[in-house]
């Protein structure tokens, strides 16, 4: 089972991995904070539940993170870490699901479903159609049900 990793800078880098997008995008930023302690807790929550997890310091913040956080908490002070499912993953065929989330808000801590789930231009080339709508059904149960 491959570890999820775990963004655990104070000071995450900004992923600007737009693909196809006008190059403007890329002036975009956000002066946000992250938390190696929450990201440090995040792991052993992942561990305690049997699911391998990495604090990667070096780990930006991939920007279908970031740019939606950064309209609903403009100022930054909100500490942000991301958890990278490994390649293939989601949550609901995630080895063994995501069996911490509930641990995790109950600890107050918000989860927010992003990344290739939510915008993947590969994805969207090449994936069947069928096959996408069939993810996107599933995934607010896979989220929730965790």
Do not use: F
């Not at 956080?69 to 063994?96: C, F, N, Q, T, W």
């Not at 994936?127 to 896979?142: F, I, T």
């Amino acid at each position: 089972m491959r570890p999820v990793r775990v963004t655990g800078s104070r000071k995450p880098t900004l992923l600007h991995d737009y693909g196809e997008y006008p190059a403007w995008l890329n002036r975009i930023s956000y002066a946000c904070t992250g938390s190696p302690t929450l990201a440090t807790d995040v792991v052993n929550a992942l561990k305690e539940a049997g699911q391998p997890g990495v604090v990667d310091m070096s780990q930006g913040l991939d920007y279908s993170t970031w740019m939606p956080l950064s309209l609903m908490y403009s100022s930054g002070k909100v500490p942000i870490v991301e958890i990278s499912l490994p390649a293939g993953g989601s949550p609901g065929r995630h080895d063994g699901g995501w069996p911490c989330a509930g641990t995790l808000r109950q600890a107050c801590i918000m989860l927010v479903g992003s990344g290739a789930v939510v915008n993947n231009p590969y994805r969207a080339r090449h994936d069947s159609l069928a096959g996408r709508r069939e993810d996107d059904r599933r995934l607010p149960d896979d989220l929730v049900a965790s």
